[in-house]
């Protein structure tokens, strides 16, 4: 063998040597990627358990309004007012006080 075809047969070799670094680093690489992924997935899965168990509560809450407000109109009609004369009455009474308190300060 010449020096000429050593000198080929190295450089074939330091590359082959270079290939597999560079595929080493390349799997190195796709495992921190899996690991990530494996990380994300539970992540997921805790925050899936975490909106089912929101959306649980919220459905009952839903369930509890739909109830009230139910029971409200029915104790509204039984009264024989509606709302809109209840908001009325409120806003009434809250100036009723709001006067009663100037007629003080001007007294004092």
């Known amino acids: 063998m010449t020096d000429g075809q050593r000198q080929q047969i190295m450089q074939i070799e330091e590359r082959d040597a270079d290939f597999d670094r560079q595929l080493d680093e390349i799997g190195e690489g796709i495992q921190d990627l899996a690991e990530i ?36 109109k029915e104790t509204l009609e039984e009264v024989g007012r509606s709302g809109d004369k209840l908001c009325v009455d409120i806003m009434c009474i809250c100036l009723a006080i709001g006067f009663g308190a100037v007629i003080y300060n001007f007294m004092k």
């Open 37 to 72: 992924a494996a990380l994300q997935g539970e992540e997921v899965k805790r925050q899936s358990a975490m909106l089912d168990n929101v959306n649980n509560k919220m459905d009952k809450v839903t369930d509890r309004m739909t109830n009230v407000n139910s029971r409200m």
